[in-house]
């Protein structure tokens, strides 16, 4: 089957400017993880969807960073007033929410802020 | 928070050696996976493994919960076994906490 698909793959926006990452997830995972890998660093955990839960957000680095799942499917991370240190790679993974938590990750998004 | 430690930061064999990566963890966890992370960036699932031991062609991996460490095992390395190698751990809830990566290359 289809695996996690992230869109765009690459994004290059200017100082100032919001952006918007989209996840699809493996259809009927019912959890959703978003990472950021920087230059040559490993993964830093931003926040996770749990079925219906509330998120937990305690990894997002600002306030100006915010993310949604709409209908438990697709999320979108959000990035506004974007800096020059938000440049990275930021993944997104997916898994099922049973006591197996495999999570499988998408190709990313490359996120350049000049 | 917990702290997840791997070991060694790089690491460079000769095609056909084998190697062991190490993960420790500094508090008890719900689940531990091993991934490789090729050159193209991609992270690619190896092994789902919070205790025991498993086996999946050249490459084994072991989980002993109760000293908080795991060992991912490559046997007869390959060019293609290149990349970082990252251990990531499940505290409480979902959260996920990865550690900084074994940067392997194979040389041929």
């Known amino acids: 089957g289809a695996g996690v698909s992230q869109s765009p793959s690459n994004k290059v926006t200017e100082k100032g400017k919001d952006v918007e990452l989209r996840c699809d997830p493996i259809?009927?995972?019912?959890?959703l993880y978003w990472y950021r890998q920087s230059l040559g660093q490993g993964l830093e955990f931003l926040i996770y969807f749990q079925g219906n839960s509330a998120p937990d957000k305690s990894g997002l680095p600002s306030d100006r960073f915010s993310a949604e799942r709409t209908g438990g499917s697709v999320s979108t991370l959000t990035i506004q007033r974007t800096q020059q240190e938000d440049s990275a790679v930021y993944l997104c993974?997916?898994?099922?929410?049973?006591?197996?938590?495999?999570?499988?990750f998408g190709p990313g998004t490359r996120l350049t802020v000049t | 928070g917990i702290q997840v430690e791997q070991s060694p930061p790089d690491l460079i064999l000769q095609e056909g050696a084998n190697s062991t990566l190490r993960c420790n963890f500094s508090?008890?966890?719900?689940?531990l996976q091993w991934f490789h992370q090729n050159p193209w960036g991609q992270l690619i699932n190896l092994f789902y493994?919070?205790?025991g031991t498993k086996q999946n062609g050249r490459l084994s991996a072991t989980t002993v919960a109760t000293e908080r460490y795991s060992l991912l095992y490559i046997s007869s390395s390959q060019t293609t076994d290149s990349g970082v190698y990252f251990c990531?751990?499940?505290?409480?809830?979902?959260?996920?906490?990865f550690g900084a990566g074994t940067r392997l290359f194979v040389k041929a």
């Open positions: 493994i919070p205790s």
């Open positions: 993974a997916s898994s099922t929410s049973g006591t197996v938590r495999e999570q499988y």
């Open positions: 259809s009927g995972h019912t959890a």
């Open positions: 990531a751990v499940e505290t409480g809830g979902f959260k996920t906490i």
């Open positions: 508090d008890s966890v719900n689940n």
